[in-house]
């Protein structure tokens, strides 16, 4: 394994639309269960669904019901180079999750399945309900560096002395004052460069 100069310790990473490709997951349940066609990633450009998509409110709750209790009947898959990266430095290194999901077992038991050659004593998940909550959590945890998506999530943890690496996205776009990564191996650079 390579050395990483980077305290592993101290980074922490958000799950959904940095280690789990819940857009993906949740444009095909509309199209499959809903007969919604048309939709692409590019068209999401707002976090808050509701605010971007033609789709009543009442399906994508529906839909993000799904994604959350049930990762692995919506056949949920990992953003590209995530298992890879995560797998390497989580054979010698705890591996800190911090998610706005309101319940933590479907999407823990989630990663397990998919970092299996990562001992499960390293995967550390916490959900918290709430995007503001993550502060609080990844300073009580000793996190100073967090892999997040969420632009106000960011500017948030920046408030609170939190370096964010915003993992992009179509719906994050525009001018932030955070590292932006477009991939996973950019990640790993992060990490090796320390």
Same mark, same amino acid.
């Given at each position: 394994?390579?050395?990483?100069?980077?305290?592993?310790?101290?980074?922490?990473?958000?799950?959904?639309?940095?280690?789990?490709?819940?857009?993906?997951?949740?444009?095909?349940?509309?199209?499959?269960?809903?007969?919604?066609?048309?939709? %692409?990633?590019?068209?999401?450009?707002?976090?808050?669904?509701?605010?971007?998509?033609?789709?009543?409110? %009442?399906?994508?709750?529906?839909?993000?019901? %799904?994604?959350?209790?049930?990762?692995?009947?919506?056949?949920? %898959? *990992?953003?590209?180079?995530a298992v890879e990266t995560l797998t390497e430095i989580g054979q010698g290194n705890r591996l800190t999750f911090v998610t706005a999901r309101p319940i933590g077992e479907p999407i823990t038991e989630w990663l397990r399945f998919q970092l299996?050659?990562? *001992?499960?004593?390293?995967?550390?998940?916490?959900?918290?309900?709430?995007?503001?909550?993550?502060?609080?959590?990844?300073?009580?945890?000793?996190?100073?560096?967090?892999?997040?998506?969420?632009?106000?999530?960011?500017?948030?943890?920046?408030?609170?002395?939190?370096?964010?690496?915003?993992?992009?996205?179509?719906?994050?776009?525009?001018?932030? *004052?955070?590292?932006?990564?477009?991939?996973?191996?950019?990640?790993?650079?992060?990490?090796?460069?320390?």
């Open positions: 394994m390579k050395h990483f100069r980077l305290p592993v310790q101290e980074m922490g990473f958000d799950i959904d639309g940095v280690v789990a490709d819940t857009m993906e997951a949740f444009l095909r349940i509309a199209e499959n269960e809903y007969g919604i066609q048309g939709l %692409k990633k590019e068209h999401i450009t707002s976090y808050w669904l509701e605010e971007c998509l033609p789709i009543p409110e %009442k399906v994508v709750e529906a839909i993000i019901e %799904k994604i959350l209790h049930d990762p692995f009947g919506i056949s949920l %898959k *990992p953003i590209p180079g299996d050659k990562v *001992p499960e004593s390293n995967i550390d998940v916490h959900a918290t309900s709430l995007h503001a909550a993550k502060g609080k959590v990844l300073q009580r945890l000793g996190i100073t560096c967090f892999v997040e998506d969420h632009l106000e999530t960011c500017q948030g943890l920046a408030a609170q002395g939190i370096k964010s690496v915003l993992f992009d996205q179509p719906w994050n776009q525009g001018r932030a *004052p955070f590292v932006r990564v477009r991939s996973w191996d950019e990640i790993r650079k992060i990490i090796e460069a320390g």
